[in-house]
T-cell receptor
């Protein structure tokens, strides 16, 4: 079955601290992987995507993610969190023939302590 | 450039009624996808349209239907509304190419009472 698991429902970090959000996926074909961020009452904004090539991808707002095929993971990282990063983060997987049909995880809510 | 625009932003309907949600894609994008996001969950795929044809459908009942117009805008229709249809409905557009990412609008918040 195709699925995305984000094991952490909530994460709280202090401003300036590093961040890692976990994502594990199950997908039968070559996966396309995405991280989206959603602020309250807003739609989803694409942070970064992985299609192929270098397994470490850089995104907007200082975020990066690393694709590890052997672990079926695509964890999101940021070296220093800002208060404005507080939001809900979604990992998603799609395929080459269905990049429009994304399967999303249930999200991780990030809280930032001042 | 304008992003994906959706209307209305909020809607309150009664059980059994019908609703139409609208979406305008980013200029130049020919593909529109619809997602349902229930509170506390990730979005779930409902439909994708490309060049006015349905390309994909998620696991939703026939009460859900959609269409795409020649200008690539799209409508999502839901008939015989149930309380469980209360959700944020997100529209996303893309160029339609295999590796083009989805760009989401801010959604329509539908409340069914």
């Amino acid at each position: 079955a195709q699925s995305v698991t984000q094991p952490d429902i909530h994460i709280t970090v202090s401003e300036g601290a590093s961040l890692e959000l976990r994502c594990n996926y199950s997908y039968g074909a070559t996966p396309y992987l995405f991280w989206y961020v959603q602020s309250p009452g807003q739609g989803l904004q694409l942070l970064l995507k992985y299609f192929s090539g270098d397994t470490l991808v850089q995104g907007i707002k200082g975020f990066e993610a690393e694709f590890k095929r052997s672990q079926s993971s695509f964890n999101l990282r940021k070296p220093s969190v800002h208060w404005s990063d507080a939001a809900e983060y979604f990992c998603a997987v799609g395929g080459m023939d269905s990049s429009y049909k994304l399967i999303f995880g249930s999200g991780t809510r990030l809280l930032v302590r001042p | 450039d304008a992003g994906v625009t959706q209307s209305p932003t909020h809607l309150i309907k009664t059980r059994g009624q019908q609703v139409t949600l609208r979406c305008s894609p980013i200029s130049g994008h020919k593909s529109v996808s619809w997602y349902q996001q229930v509170l506390g969950q990730g979005p779930q795929f409902i439909f994708q349209y490309y060049e006015k044809e349905e390309r994909g459908r998620g696991n939703f009942p026939d009460r859900f239907s959609a269409r795409q117009f020649p200008n690539y805008s799209s409508e999502l229709n839901v008939n015989a509304l149930l309380l469980g249809d209360s959700a944020l409905y997100l529209c996303a557009s893309s160029s339609g190419q295999a590796n083009s990412p989805l760009h989401f609008g801010n959604g329509t918040r539908l409340t069914v009472t």
